[in-house]
């Protein structure tokens, strides 16, 4: 056979085959003869014949399993040299030493005769069939791979009678490899490795090996000088496969159960099924047998290429399953197995292929399918470690609670190059009673695998090969995957966290240990730093949550952070740490979702948002789980359960006794020392009745030891916008943008109790701590060892990487459990707990970490961890890099914020119900000692000052819960005065900007010792030219202080700097200072905005000056400063100096007071300025300049208006006239301004002193020509106003009211002058300015009541056009009926209605047409409307007539008798009056008397009846000439006509100016729609007031009334008008007491305000609560009265409208705080900004001052906004337009004859 092989023919071939099928069925099928060496010799011959080296690599393998089948049938019966054969098998293995000495294959298969001589030597064993195929490049690897597929596709090959013997096959088998080939393919192997008793010894960093370039399959690649590594990376390889997923190969064709058949067994065995067969398929198969032509060509189907060494074929399945079993059937297998992957970890990466495989496997066996060596051990009672095994069994079910969720992963991975299995390994396999003692438990698993993974990252990296970099950093990225996952899925007992943790902790140092250079940087360690830093800190969490961790590991910790704080990327990762404990803290502590926060359900334009999109399902809210890893919180339906009550037999873990025998101590000592505090405890949403528990956290208090530790003011707080990174329970992810969901009746909200007691606000050096009592309720929000370490079901978790900046904060030290006592300490004066053990209830209501039972999140552990992890960096001021501690400190200022934003949502009410102060506040002062330390740094730390100094402003401009003790600030007036006397221009910017005059607002005890530091930082600031600068802010600063030096008398003021002498001094006055700072920035400042406050300023400190009569002189400097200002070419400053003069018109009596000239001295720089201006103004094409005219025209009226008239008739000398007899007036000089506005400013060119200019102002109290320094406009000037570029019409009529708004506005004061000049108010008071009379009053023709078409109808009315300008109407009445006793006039009067663009006005011309000698009406009795005190003509003649018809009296008689009376000398007897008939003549009697006297009378009486009959004797009678009789003229217009012809209006020449107007219904309606309009501007004010506790809007709008303060300030506002009765502006309220009964009111001659106040609009119901909000909202300036201790927010009252917030705070000293919230279209506006603090006197005058300013800033953003004379213009020109009637001169005078010439006609008159 051998010759015919050689032969090369496919016969021989084919019969080779057959030959070997049937030996190996020999083999196969007669293990129990060979098993007693049957043909013992014969068999080992031809095997060796088999095994020569020089046959074909085919048949080598077919003789190597031919002999592994021969061995395993001999077992123990084998002799030395089948021992010595098997230990050959794989070339270059160092050779065996046996009896004979050293062999090899070689030696063996032809051993060498020791007798030379000997005749009788055996056969030389030649090759079957010589090698003639290409040989493989690394033959070890190739017969290695050989030898381990066949010990395992041949291990139950063997038909033993025995079925038991099946196993021993490929025992022995691996007995042999073990004890031949282990030793050199793992020279460390250890064999004391022990799973059940594990060695957990931390590793330590192994150096680098040398790497080689080699080439291997035609690649470079790189390997080590060890011999054996790649036959060791092929073992593990192999070993790996029983454990992954494998994909099995379908069978060979030429098969039978898995063997392959010869061609002539196969000819034999399928003769009957080859008839069935096609021929065309035979064909086929004869010609792919011939394609084949080598000498083994059926050996070709058991070929071992690579790729088929590492598959598996199908038949082989039960061999593999086989094989796994006894991997996994005894311990001594479990911990080869183990000890192998742990030589696998200390792999290089050049062979990082092995290293992921087995970390695949340890994947599996962790997170999916458990091997059987992993199933919990059974508990012993009398075990040592009953804790341990406790915990194991609560592991275990867990494990099995979660094997369904387990189930659903879905894993897949790869094998080889091109090849994945596809099915799992089987499960089930059932052990006998011996394999049960392999179960060692998960933890001691995780336990080694931690152990022997960490040899992954503990070589040293080689940075110089790129491609061995990236292996290295793919592999340990994959182990810390398993890290991550165990972290966050996987139940560990105490002994696997802490050596979780040390195991990280080893890595971290060693891998980080040297600082990062950037020139040569690590790029192991930088790759590896962010996620090694978070899997460290995150897992330190986690453990925590659920072991109680010893102060040891803590303290290592902290040693190895804070010597690794030069890495920035822990820094990063402890930011978002902290971010995420934050929002824990948040949940667990104080009650609060940070995604879901009370502040945002009240706001309402967030509701309103909410709406638009609709209503989302629970669902869609919960984020998706199993995408992030990070600190977590169930959801709202897991976050809470019942406490468990933990058994009295129970030991915890280590130290937890001995912290809870602290904590009770500790609790015992503060009961004792402590009496005096109380908290009260109040709980949102549903608490069990059960709940009797109670747990105390650390209440806030401030910071004392500044230099050393901080005080445990745990909880105290600031804003800032909630990081997405939420924490929950198990690994879910929180997109952003996604919101955690959470029932609010499950949130615990625990609130805080203020102070009440000064002894609170002033603690004392010992006693620094506050405490609060916290119940807790039934279902806290805790976590289960089942929930906390509970695996996601829906995916495998990944990491995600933090884009986002987020917060940190600090810790001098690390906090122990000693610390955590006090944050458990129970309130001094708090009843004792019930009689329950003390221990039991510590035990059942704390957490692990304070040395109770409790896992997951609670209020102690959350507080705790928060606590510790913030200081884990230690003292951060050591951080050696500069721009690190500048990141940090950056941090630590976003971290405040949130902690800030916290407090802000902490006692929030629903509803009416007022918020109550909480429990429990956030830490807001804990990072001050930092802070104050990192003032201190070295320059080179500038950027961390910085961010330090910007965190001390922000955390100490906001309010104060507890008012810091003497010691803080003591620290923070030292770090204050220190910064704003620095020199450095940084700093001192950087506490100007941050440090507001809220500052000055919160009043903390000794504040105004800063005030002089402030002045004088900002004064250095203004004088500096940098525009970068903080300017405005500094402004801000020095304006809210002008009020200060009249309220603090006496301010200390701190050591000044050197070189600032001529700044500041400690003697000098410090309202001069500051009065001087304003004058110089008001006239010199570059900035625009800080220009403004600067003036504003100014006006605010002379008004209090003014109010307050302190005669300061530099009051006329202030008013210089602002006069000179009003011609500066930067018109919004000069706008500015506009509205303060506006404002000081209200103070005129103060200023003539304090100077008797300087109100009209303001006069006459208004008069002045606006004729310097007008030039330019009149041709300008800026609109800003027309306006600023129209501004200081205004001014110039309210000024006119408000000063008596004597004062406007008083001369005026000026500097060109020096003839005081040619001095004019005052008021001359107003309406020549005004003329030359309306007719142009070159009008007077030629007299120069017919006009007041700015030189005629100098004087020794005013300098017209004051230097100002030029605005530079740093901001980029929008315009408001829309662009209309594109409406051609609209840019016309806008180009046109330009042009025209100044020679209109002048025209306006003109007619209001004259019309209101010198009798404003009027008797009905300041809301009636127009008259209310119209044409149809009064009138005998007209019966409407209201005005109608009759009205035209009447002859006594006629309607002209007055120059185009104006509307007139000629009205002639009836004389009323005189009452007795006064004085006739004329029987008719003339009615004149005027409607011109300044209002309406009605004059009565009673007086004018009647009787000379009649009195004058006394001018008490003019009025405005028609009188009823007018006599006709009739009337009088009639009492004349009965005057003479009445009886004569004897006035001689009378007249006698008073002159007897009053001069008796005169009588002609005493006794007898001179009225008195004298007695008869002497000598005659009485009779004779009286008989003479009647004779006389007789006669008397006939001679007057003898002249009556000849009197009616016509023949008798002279006829005499009489004067004609007056006739009274008849015309209904007469008098009209008359006073017409009297003005000269009839006349020719006036015929242009007059025009008769036609009279339509058109006519009618516009005339109503004018009257209809406003003569004033016109502004609604709301206001609001907030009570302490008030936070939504229900609350806020039922407030019936408010404090004393608040009332005094509305009526400071404006006076209290009869909304009934009100004749003035309404501002949309009801007459109907809907909207009220009474509201504020402020009207001068030019502005109404009315001031629609909360307090004064009932709501008692839906409907009357609805009109209140409409009317509030709806106003676009709103001032809002703040007695609440938090700030107001804009979202609280949520409306379209309320472009402008002026919120009121009052202050302690009696002061006021301003805060002024606009929307940015809204320009500047005065006179107080942001930040002003007045007193209270100026307070009502200046907040409604710059309502005013602020209402008219709102409107003049608006598109086409036109003021009230503006738009009273377009309707009488739109009027006069449409209805003036064009005649001749004949039929107008006709019209003026006879208005109405029909009426005669329709009536029947003549």
């Not at 279902?779 to 370490?789: A, C, I, V």
């Not at 030219?1025 to 304006?1039: F, H, N, T, Y």
């Not at 002249?1507 to 008849?1530: F, G, H, I």
């Not at 006036?1550 to 005339?1567: A, I």
């Amino acid at each position: 056979m051998e010759n015919s092989l050689k032969q090369k023919g496919k016969s021989h071939r084919e019969e080779l085959d057959s030959i070997f099928f049937l030996f190996e069925k020999i083999l196969q099928l007669l293990p129990e003869r060979i098993y007693y060496r049957w043909q013992f010799h014969s068999i080992g011959s031809i095997l060796k014949k088999l095994l020569h080296t020089g046959n074909s690599m085919k048949i080598r393998c077919e003789g190597i399993r031919l002999f592994l089948l021969w061995i395993q049938a001999l077992q123990n019966n084998c002799c030395e040299e089948q021992f010595l054969i098997f230990a050959c098998l794989v070339p270059d293995f160092p050779a065996t030493i046996s009896s004979k000495g050293p062999c090899t294959l070689d030696v063996l298969i032809n051993p060498s005769s020791n007798l030379p001589d000997a005749k009788i030597v055996p056969e030389e064993i030649t090759p079957l069939l010589p090698a003639t195929e290409k040989i493989p490049e690394d033959q070890t690897c190739f017969f290695l791979q050989v030898i381990l597929k066949y010990m395992v596709t041949q291990a139950a090959s063997l038909e033993w009678r025995n079925k038991e013997n099946q196993e021993t096959g490929f025992k022995f088998l691996f007995a042999l490899f073990r004890e031949y080939y282990l030793p050199h393919l793992f020279p460390s192997f250890s064999r004391v490795t022990n799973l059940y008793k594990p060695t957990l010894d931390v590793p330590h960093l192994r150096a680098k090996p040398v790497y080689v370039s080699v080439v291997r399959n035609s690649e470079h690649v790189y390997s080590t000088r060890d011999q054996y590594m790649e036959a060791r990376v092929c073992f593990i390889k192999w070993l790996v496969t029983f454990f992954l997923e494998k994909k099995y190969i379908p069978a060979n064709l030429n098969t039978k159960n898995g063997e392959v058949l010869p061609k002539l067994i196969q000819t034999v065995t399928t003769g009957s099924a080859s008839q069935e067969k096609n021929t065309e398929s035979e064909t086929d198969g004869q010609l792919e047998q011939e394609k084949c032509h080598s000498n083994s060509s059926t050996l070709s189907d058991r070929r071992l290429s690579n790729s088929s060494l590492c598959s598996i074929e199908e038949g082989h399945r039960n061999e593999y399953d086989l094989v796994q079993q006894i991997l996994l059937s005894s311990r001594d297998y479990v911990n080869f197995v183990n000890e192998v992957f742990y030589q696998a970890f200390l792999l290089p990466p050049c062979d990082a292929s092995a290293v992921r495989k087995v970390t695949k496997v340890y994947r599996k066996w962790i997170l999916l399918d458990k091997p059987s060596f992993m199933e919990e051990p059974e508990v012993k009672e009398s075990s040592s470690n009953t804790v341990e095994n406790c915990e194991g069994l609560i592991a275990t079910e867990v494990d099995s609670k979660q094997g369904s969720e387990n189930s659903r992963h879905k894993r897949s991975s790869s094998w080889g190059r091109s090849y994945s299995f596809t099915k799992a390994v089987n499960k089930g396999s059932v052990f006998d009673a011996e394999n049960r003692d392999i179960k060692a438990g998960v933890q001691a698993t995780l336990q080694v695998f931690l152990t022997n993974s960490a040899n992954v990252f503990l070589l040293e990296p080689c940075p110089d090969i790129p491609k061995l970099l990236a292996d290295h950093l793919e592999v340990c990225r994959s182990v810390l995957h398993i890290y991550r996952r165990m972290i966050m899925e996987i139940p560990m007992n105490q002994k696997t966290w802490e050596q979780m943790l040390k195991v990280l902790l080893r890595i971290t140092e060693t891998v980080m240990r040297k600082p990062r250079d950037n020139s040569n940087g690590d790029n192991f360690a930088n790759c590896l730093s962010g996620v090694l830093f978070r899997t460290l800190m995150v897992a330190w969490i986690r453990a925590n949550l659920c072991v109680f961790i010893s102060r040891e590991l803590w303290d290592e910790l902290l040693s190895v952070l804070s010597s690794l704080t030069a890495w920035e990327e822990l820094i990063i990762e402890w930011a978002n740490i902290m971010d995420s404990l934050t929002v824990a803290l948040a949940k667990a502590v104080y009650g609060l979702d940070m995604n879901n926060l009370p502040l945002d359900k009240l706001s309402e334009q967030k509701e309103k948002k909410q709406r638009g999109r609709g209503f989302i399902q629970e669902s869609q809210r919960v984020p998706s789980s199993g995408k992030t890893f990070n600190l977590s919180l169930r959801t709202c339906t897991d976050i809470q359960e019942p406490m468990r009550l933990r058994s009295a037999t129970t030991s915890g873990a280590p130290g937890v006794e001995k912290a809870r025998n602290n904590v009770l101590q500790k609790t015992t000592d503060v009961e004792e020392a402590q009496q005096g505090e109380n908290a009260s405890v109040t709980e949102a949403g549903s608490c069990s009745p059960e709940t009797d528990q109670e747990q105390q956290l650390l209440r806030s208090s401030s910071t004392s030891d500044i230099a050393g530790q901080f005080s445990s003011d745990l909880f105290q707080g600031q804003r800032r916008d909630s990081s997405q990174c939420t924490i929950q329970s198990y690994p879910a992810a929180v997109q952003e943008g996604k919101e955690l969901t959470k029932k609010e009746n499950e949130a615990p909200v625990i609130l805080i109790r203020r102070s009440s007691s000064p002894a609170d606000l002033d603690c004392r050096p010992e006693i620094q701590y506050s405490h609060a009592r916290v119940r807790l309720k039934d279902k806290s929000e805790s976590m289960n060892s089942e929930t906390s370490n509970g695996c996601a079901s829906d995916g495998e978790s990944c990491w995600q990487t933090f884009e986002e900046e987020h917060d940190t904060a600090p810790m001098d030290g690390i906090t122990d459990p000693d610390v955590t006592r006090q944050w458990l300490q129970l309130s001094p004066s708090d009843p004792p707990p019930t009689l329950a053990d003390s221990s039991e209830c510590l035990t059942d209501d704390c957490s692990i970490i304070a040395g109770g039972g409790l896992t997951g999140w609670h209020q102690d552990s959350a507080a705790v961890l928060w606590r510790r992890i913030l200081g884990i960096l230690g003292d951060v001021n050591n951080i050696s890099c500069p721009k690190i501690h500048a990141k940090l400190f950056g941090y630590l200022h976003e971290l405040w914020h949130k902690l800030a934003k916290i407090r802000d949502n902490l006692g929030i009410s629903f509803g009416s119900i007022s918020s109550r102060p909480p429990v429990l506040i956030p830490p807001l002062r804990m990072f001050a000692s930092w802070l104050f330390k990192a003032t201190t740094l070295p320059n080179e730390f500038k950027e961390g000052k910085l961010q330090a100094y910007r965190l001390i402003c922000d955390m100490m401009t906001r309010r104060q819960d507890v008012l810091p003790n003497s010691d803080f600030l003591i620290h923070f007036y030292h770090v204050m005065h220190k910064g704003l006397i620095t020199e450095d221009q940084d700093i001192l910017n950087i506490i100007i900007r941050n440090c507001s005059p809220h500052f000055f607002f919160l009043g903390l005890p000794g504040f105004t010792m800063l005030v002089g530091d402030f002045i004088t930082a900002a004064a250095r600031l203004l004088n500096s030219d940098s525009m970068e600068a903080p300017r405005v802010e500094a402004q801000i600063i020095l304006g809210s202080l002008v009020c200060f030096p009249n309220v603090y008398k006496q301010m200390p003021l701190l050591q000044s700097i050197s070189g600032t002498a001529d700044i500041i001094s400690g003697d000098e006055d410090i309202k001069y200072y500051l009065i001087n700072l304003l004058l110089s920035n008001a006239r010199n400042e570059p900035s625009e905005t800080a220009r403004c406050i600067a003036i504003c300023s100014l006006a605010v400190w002379v008004c209090e000056e003014l109010v307050q009569c302190t005669n300061h002189h530099q009051v006329k400097d202030a008013i210089n400063v602002i006069g000179v200002t009003l011609k500066l070419h930067n018109k919004v400053v000069a706008q500015v100096a506009c509205d303060a003069f506006q404002l000081l018109a209200s103070y005129w009596e103060k200023l003539q007071a304090y100077e008797v000239h300087l109100a009209t001295k303001v006069i006459e720089i208004l008069v002045a300025t606006i004729m310097f201006l007008l030039p330019s103004a009149e041709h300008s094409s800026m609109e800003a300049d027309k306006k600023l005219i129209v501004s200081l025209l205004l001014c110039l009226l309210d000024w006119c208006m408000a000063l008596p008239m004597r004062f406007l008739l008083e001369p005026i000398s000026t500097s060109v006239l020096d003839d005081h007899s040619q001095e004019s007036l005052l008021l001359d000089y107003i309406y020549r301004v005004l003329h030359c506005c309306v007719y142009g400013s070159n009008l007077y060119t030629q007299q120069s002193h017919y006009l007041l200019s700015l030189a005629d102002l100098s004087s020794a109290d005013y300098d017209p020509f004051l230097v100002v320094g030029i605005v530079k406009n740093s901001e980029v000037t929008q315009s408001h106003s829309p662009d209309f570029s594109n409406l051609l019409t609209v840019a016309e009529e806008k180009k046109r009211r330009s042009l025209e708004l100044i020679p209109l506005t002048a025209r306006m004061l003109m007619t209001h002058l004259v019309n209101h000049l010198g009798h404003y108010p009027l008797s009905g008071g300041p809301a009636i300015l127009h008259s209310l009379v119209s044409e149809h009053h009064d009138n005998f023709y007209v019966d409407s009541a209201e005005l109608s078409s009759e009205v035209f109808k009447s002859p006594n009315l006629q309607l002209f056009v007055f120059n185009d300008t104006a509307l007139i109407s000629y009205l002639q009445l009836p004389a009323e009926s005189i009452p007795s006793g006064q004085e006739a006039v004329a029987a008719s009067h003339v009615r004149i209605i005027v409607r011109d663009i300044s209002g309406k006005y009605s004059w009565d011309g009673r007086i004018l047409y009647g009787p000379l000698d009649a009195q004058v009406i006394s001018h008490t009795k003019i009025s405005v409307v028609p009188s009823d005190d007018q006599f006709g003509e009739d009337e009088t003649a009639f009492m004349l007539q009965s005057h003479l018809t009445e009886v004569e009296e004897d006035v001689l008689d009378q007249l006698l008798e008073n002159l007897g009376e009053t001069s008796p000398e005169c009588l002609l007897h005493q006794h007898q009056k001179l009225n008195e008939p004298a007695p008869p003549p002497f000598g005659m009697s009485c009779e004779q008397e009286k008989n003479i006297i009647e004779a006389i009378l007789r006669q008397n009486t006939q001679e007057e009846n003898h002249v009556q009959r000849w009197s009616r004797d016509p023949t008798m009678k002279v006829l005499s000439q009489q004067k004609p009789c007056p006739q009274e003229p008849q015309a209904p217009f007469y008098f009209c006509r008359l006073l017409l012809n009297d003005l000269g209006m009839n006349s020719w020449d006036r015929r242009k100016s007059l025009h008769v107007m036609k009279k339509n219904s058109k006519l009618l309606r516009e005339l109503k729609n004018l009257d209809s309009r406003q003569c004033r501007e016109t502004h609604k004010i709301a206001v609001f007031y907030i009570a302490e506790g008030q936070e939504d809007k229900c609350s806020i709008l039922t407030n019936t009334g408010g404090s004393q303060a608040y009332e005094d300030f509305v009526a400071g506002l404006g006076w209290e008008v009869d909304l009934s009765t009100h004749c003035g502006f309404m501002g949309g309220l009801q007459r109907n007491g809907s909207t009220g009964q009474s509201a504020p009111y402020y009207a001068t001659s030019t502005v109404e305000v009315i001031f629609h106040v909360s307090t004064r609009m009932p709501s008692d119901s839906d409907d009357s609560l609805t009109k209140k909000i409409r009317h509030l909202g709806n106003d676009e300036v709103h001032i809002v009265w703040s007695e609440h201790t938090r700030d107001y927010r804009k979202g609280i009252i949520a409306t379209d409208f309320g472009d402008v917030l002026i919120i009121i705070y009052p202050m302690k000293n009696h002061m006021f705080y301003t805060q002024i919230m606009k929307k940015p279209k809204v320009p500047f506006f005065g006179p107080l900004f942001d930040g002003a603090i007045v007193t209270r006197k100026l307070l009502p005058s200046l907040v409604r001052a710059t309502c005013i300013n602020a209402s008219r800033a709102v409107k003049s953003v608006l598109p086409l906004y036109q003021s009230f004379y503006d738009e009273r213009a377009l309707y009488l020109e739109a009027i006069i337009q449409n209805h003036r009637e064009v005649m001749t001169f004949e039929d107008f005078a006709a019209q003026v004859f006879s208005p109405s010439p029909n009426y005669y006609s329709l009536t029947g008159m003549d």
